[in-house]
Structure formats: C-alpha cells, structure tokens
C-alpha cells in the first residue's frame, strides 16, 4: 500500500510539474504590464479621458494597464513599431499606414454615439461668412489636419480630385496643415481659416464641451460613413490575451466614459474592414499622380 501510494505521489508530482510551464507563464505574462497608445484628441487629456477603460481592462485581464499618449499619430505608430505599446488605439488612415510597417492587426473599432460603426468626414465654414458652397470657397484660406487623418486629409483629398474636381492647391488661397482636428475647426469659428477638412465626431465633441455649436458653421460637403477608428494589437502577443482584450472592450459599458470619449462604445473589427480605406490611398495616389 505505501509503495502504491509513493508511486501515486511521484506521478502527481511529475503531472504537477509539468503543467506549471504554461501556467507559469500565464502566472508571469498577468504580472506583466500591458501598454496602451492612444492617439491624442482634441484639447483633452486622452489617457485621462480613457481611465474608466484602462481600469476595467485591468479588472478583466488581471494585469497592470499604462497608457500613453503622443503629440500626432506618427508617434503613436513609432511606439508601436519599437515595441514601446502593445495595443493601440489609431485613426482609420494611421491604421493602414501602420500595417504596412509593423505587424499589427485591427481588434476592436468605435462605433458614433448614434451606434453606427463610424463617423463621416466634413467640409465646413463659418456660418454667414458667404461661404455657402465649394464653388464660394474658390480663393479661400483652406486646412487639411494632419497627412495621417483619415477625415482631415485622406477622405477630402479623394473627394477633391474624384467628386469635386479641383485641385486644391491651386483652387485655394493658401493650403495649410492645421495639426488637429480641433485647431481646424476652432479656427473657422475664429476667422484665421476660412474652409476646413474635418469630422462629425470632433464636431460634436466640441460641441459639447460648449466650445462651438450648431449656429457656428455650415457643412459645405459630407463623405460616407468612415470605418471607426480601431484598436490594434501587436500580432506577437498571444491569441488569449487579443481575445480577452477584445472581450474586455466589446464588454465596456460605461455609458458616462464612453460619451466623454465621444464615442458609442466599442464593437468587433478585422483588418479587412480598412479596406476600403487602402483602396481611398491608392484612388488619391494615383489621382494626384495625374
């Protein structure tokens, strides 16, 4: 009996040790940290306005969360391309640009507050300020955002040179490069631009902080519906932990956090959803190479 029993012992013991090599190292991957980039928004502290998310993340995950910010979506895509962040929260444009540096791939996307899986880029001026259309903007002050905006840059520039047909470095006073959506669109209100390249999204964001609102501008041109910006992951990272992740976020209800964000919550994506965006990137290519 007590030699059947010291077997038993030993096999336990044998059985014990060998499965320790993956809970071991799921025990050593939630001590590790996990790091989050997130795109800079408006005039708002973005890591601040993402506490709610970083906290229920750590709750669902079990592990530390940091956050991280940049002063531009190159920053953010730098970060993710020397491993400095895990995930990544990026614009539609910035995404795709992305991908075709580093290996990352799409895990989640916002959806707008109306529930709708993106947003739409717009076109706008100053409200009695005689621009009531495209064809009053001729010889204006116009602004895109950023070379990698989707809505502030990618999406109008298509538009300009498929639908509207200018070009507008030369249909245009002056072409400048704002540097966020919020500058472009504040700037219209304050006169120092006179036409700007934006998105609903940012609109209504200002406009709830009580910087703007609806008497303030017309809209001159509205895009489509833009895929939401996403939330990508490093395809290293292990496939539990982008599922849990993706678990966490599609399970994130904060009605209060997510309307500070300025977004409906967050719904399932994969990199082919930015198809369409890649497909806008190699309209305006080849548009501009006319």
């Keep these: 009996m007590r030699k059947r029993l010291k077997i038993l012992c030993v096999a336990l013991f044998l059985t014990l040790l060998s499965l320790p090599v993956t809970v071991r190292a799921e025990q050593k991957h939630l001590k590790t940290t996990i790091r ?3 795109i800079p928004r408006q005039d708002r502290d973005i890591v601040t306005l993402f506490q709610p998310v970083l906290e229920h993340l750590k709750q669902c995950l079990g592990t530390e969360i940091k956050a991280y910010s940049s002063d531009n ?8 391309a020397h491993q400095q962040v895990d995930f990544a929260y990026l614009g539609p444009k910035s995404y795709v640009e992305a991908t075709e540096k580093i290996e ?3 895990l989640v996307s916002e959806m707008n507050k109306q529930g709708e899986p993106g947003y739409c880029g717009v076109i706008i001026a100053k409200k009695g300020n005689g621009i009531e259309d495209i064809e009053q ?3 204006k002050i116009f602004a895109f955002t950023e070379p990698y905006s989707t809505s502030g840059y990618l999406v109008p520039g298509v538009a300009f040179a498929r639908d509207i047909r200018i070009d507008p470095k030369t249909y245009f006073k002056s072409v400048q490069f704002s540097g966020s959506h919020k500058a472009s669109i504040l700037g219209v209100k304050n006169g120092s631009i006179d036409v700007a390249a934006t998105n609903t999204i940012d609109l209504l964001t200002l ?12 809209i001159l ?5 833009i895929p939401g910006s996403p939330i990508c992951a490093r395809k290293s990272l292990p496939e539990s932990l982008k599922q849990s992740f993706r678990s966490a976020m599609t ?3 904060n009605k209060k956090a997510l309307e500070r964000i300025g977004i409906g919550g967050f719904i399932l994506a994969e990199d082919k959803d930015y198809d369409i965006i890649r497909e806008l990137s190699r309209m305006k ?3 501009s190479a006319k």
Excluded: P, T
């Design 207 to 218: 406009k709830e902080g009580g910087k703007i609102s609806d008497e303030d501008f017309i």
């Design 73 to 80: 979506y190159e920053g953010i895509i730098r970060a993710l």
């Design 285 to 287: 290519k080849k548009l």
């Design 137 to 139: 903007a001729k010889n």
């Design 36 to 38: 989050l980039g997130l």
């Design 251 to 253: 399970g994130f209800k």
């Design 104 to 106: 990352v791939e799409a």
């Design 221 to 225: 041109w509205k895009s489509e519906l």
